[in-house]
């Protein structure tokens, strides 16, 4: 096995602390013969971590097919002073991977002292909406503007790496340490993309409300959010009832506006009668008095009053009472008032589920 170790100037703009502890956080990558851990082995695992004004470096070569369990042990005794590994896609392949080759290699994994951050898994639900081809490292990388040096992927490098093992080629070896390095490097720089989901999370503040230029139609939230949490690159997504642009730390929520007559129905329709000529429903108990020929009973269609006003449409029945236009529609819509986004709780939960619906 062969051991190396570096030190990188650089430091890691995105805080530690919202992952872990910042002095017990380690990054890992690891290469391997193939995708199946019955079948193949790790030849290679490299470490990164922050200490101070510098990232610190490590890797484990397994120069032998017989080193494997050397590099494995090396990791699991290394990690052993973290609390938090930080990876890419680990959850799904390096960590079932590397304990299953351990379990193999008759070893004690040692992932269970350690907490695991995917970057993968968190960004993953963000791929459409910042417009990713795929979620590979690179690409990742290269929507942050990341540069690197190698030219290879780990499949790539499978072959590279059993041709070493039979001539011990230094360029061979070069390749094989750099893109790990570079893998390793990179996830660090990487970290900044949690900024989306960070962001997309919090809770914002409202600071005005007002009409679209030149329309009548769309009203438009200013909002704002932490002042730590800034977007790498501006963010904008729309639907014909919403559409947003989220820069920085600020996002405009563009809605559409619904200006005329829309419908309250009420539950329980067998509880009330449909007014023919008035087009309005009543009570029963109260129905009873109406003429026999100005009523009958109500159903789930003609169990409503109706509202002339200015509405939002909802994607939930945030704000009561919920108007619509036919009981089978899906939006719901509530009233347009001066105190209507005063309660910071309902305003948030009404962001967050345009979110998730434009996602």
Same mark, same amino acid.
């Given at each position: 096995m062969i051991t190396i170790e570096k030190t990188f100037p650089g430091t890691i703009a995105y805080p530690l602390e919202r992952l872990g502890d910042p002095e017990k956080l380690v990054f890992f990558d690891i290469e391997t013969t193939g995708f199946s851990a019955d079948y193949n082995t790790v030849y290679l695992i490299g470490c990164i971590w922050p200490e101070g004004d510098h990232l610190r470096f490590i890797q484990w070569f397994a120069d032998t097919k017989a080193a494997e369990a050397d590099v494995l042990t090396a990791f699991f005794y290394f990690i052993k002073d973290f609390r938090t590994l930080v990876h890419f896609n680990g959850d799904m392949f390096d960590i079932p991977f590397v304990t299953k080759r351990a379990? %193999?290699?008759?070893?004690?994994? @040692? #992932?269970?002292?350690?907490?695991?951050?995917?970057?993968?898994?968190?960004?993953k639900p963000f791929k459409k909406l910042l417009g990713l081809p795929d979620m590979k490292q690179k690409t990742i990388e290269r929507f942050l503007k990341i540069g690197r040096k190698d030219l290879y992927n780990g499949g790539e490098l499978i072959e590279v790496y059993l041709d070493y093992l039979r001539t011990h080629d230094q360029e061979e070896k070069h390749l094989l340490l750099l893109h790990n390095e570079d893998d390793l490097k990179g996830m660090p720089s990487l970290l900044p993309v949690l900024f989306y989901p960070d962001f997309?999370?919090?809770?914002?503040?409202?600071?005005?409300?007002?009409?679209?230029?030149?329309e009548t139609d769309r009203l438009i939230l200013s909002l704002s959010g932490?002042?730590?949490?800034?977007?790498?690159?501006?963010?904008? %997504?729309?639907?014909?009832?919403? @559409? #947003?642009?989220?820069?920085?730390?600020?996002?405009?929520?563009?809605?559409?506006?619904?200006?005329?007559?829309?419908?309250?129905?009420?539950?329980n329709y067998k509880d009330y009668y449909y007014l023919i000529y008035e087009d309005t429903a009543i009570h029963k108990s109260v129905g009873e008095f109406v003429d026999k020929d100005a009523r009958i009973k109500a159903t789930k269609e003609t169990c409503y009053t109706k509202k002339d006003g200015t509405f939002l449409p909802q994607p939930a029945d945030i704000w009561v009472p919920e108007f619509k236009t036919s009981c089978k529609d899906?939006?719901?819509?509530?009233?347009?008032?001066?105190?209507c986004f005063s309660d910071v709780e309902k305003l948030n939960r009404y962001i967050k589920e345009i979110f998730s619906f434009l996602k």
């Open positions: 379990k %193999a290699l008759k070893l004690t994994p @040692a #992932f269970g002292s350690v907490e695991s951050v995917d970057i993968f898994r968190r960004i997309f999370a919090q809770d914002f503040t409202l600071d005005a409300v007002r009409e679209a230029p030149g932490d002042p730590v949490t800034i977007l790498p690159s501006p963010v904008a %997504a729309s639907v014909p009832a919403y @559409a #947003f642009r989220a820069d920085k730390d600020r996002m405009e929520l563009s809605i559409r506006v619904y200006k005329g007559t829309l419908k309250y129905y009420y539950p899906k939006t719901g819509f509530f009233e347009v008032r001066k105190d």
